[in-house]
């Protein structure tokens, strides 16, 4: 299943006083063609797999100690979650659900005194 996406970072509020702090936005695109056999299964393949990331994301919940934590529920920005729709890519059609993992992470940039 292929996976393609972006990111945004951002600081944030919760910095210390002499390094700031940021907010990592990754956006994780997960899509099957429309056309894919069996049609039922397209959906339940797709929820599984982001039922798999969203275990892994939120058993790991500070990606091994290099970051302060996942933003499950958005207190630095939008939430943990995923968006579902369709997308055209070159006259095919795809199902396709979109993550949004925010990842704050700590002391990124020095600040000057």
């Known amino acids: 299943m292929p996976v393609s996406g972006s990111r945004v970072v951002e600081p944030i509020r919760s910095s210390g006083l002499t390094s700031a702090s ?5 956006q994780i695109r997960l899509y ?3 056309m894919a056999e069996p049609y039922d299964d397209i959906d ?16 790991d919940f500070d990606l091994g100690s290099n970051a ?3 933003d499950i529920f958005g207190a630095h920005g939008k939430p943990l979650s995923v968006r579902v729709g369709y997308m055209n890519m070159d006259g095919r059609e795809f ?7 925010p990842i704050i992470i ?6 000057s005194p």
């Not at 339940?44 to 058993?59: I, M, P, Q």
């Open 44 to 59: 339940s393949n797709l929820t599984k797999a982001v039922e798999d990331l969203f275990t892994a994301y939120l058993g």
């Open 32 to 34: 099957g063609s429309t």
């Open 95 to 101: 199902r396709v659900f979109q993550i949004v993992l």
């Open 22 to 26: 940021v907010r990592l936005e990754l």
């Open 106 to 111: 700590n002391d990124v940039w020095s600040e």
């Open 68 to 70: 302060r934590q996942i």
